[in-house]
């Protein structure tokens, strides 16, 4: 059975960090793209970034320069360090598989139940 579960989320002010992580368990993680995907309240889910098997990574221009996703297959678990954190990324945010915007809205994508993110001060 695939499972993804997000944590490490929490109450920040602005300008500062955090860094959240998604275990998985229930399919070759080394082997699948995966993403992070964010909502917000009373908006639409939002798709932030992606990682490619072999490395490379592509973000959304709203984290760009601010969020940094990395993996580690030994383990099996997604991190996502944000920084410079602002209001408008206080939203609920998932892992899932898929490395695309498009890949994560297939039915076989999978993601975890989130972990909520407040940013305020």
């Known amino acids: 059975e695939v499972q993804l579960e997000e944590s490490g989320g929490g109450l920040v002010q602005p300008g500062g960090s955090l860094t959240l992580s998604c275990a998985t368990s229930?399919?070759?993680?080394?082997?699948?793209?995966m993403s992070w995907l964010r909502q917000a309240p009373g908006q639409e889910i939002e798709w932030i970034v992606g990682?490619?098997?072999?490395?490379?990574?592509d973000y959304a221009p709203s984290v760009k320069g601010r969020f940094t996703i990395s993996r580690d297959n030994d383990k099996k678990t997604l991190h996502l360090h944000m920084s410079s954190l602002r209001t408008d990324d206080t939203a609920v945010y998932y892992c899932?598989?898929?490395?695309?915007?498009?890949?994560?809205?297939?039915?076989?994508?999978?993601r975890g139940p989130g972990t909520q993110v407040t940013v305020s001060g």
């Open positions: 229930g399919f070759p993680f080394a082997t699948v793209g």
């Open positions: 990682s490619f098997i072999h490395g490379r990574t």
């Open positions: 899932a598989t898929g490395k695309t915007s498009y890949e994560v809205s297939l039915p076989a994508s999978r």
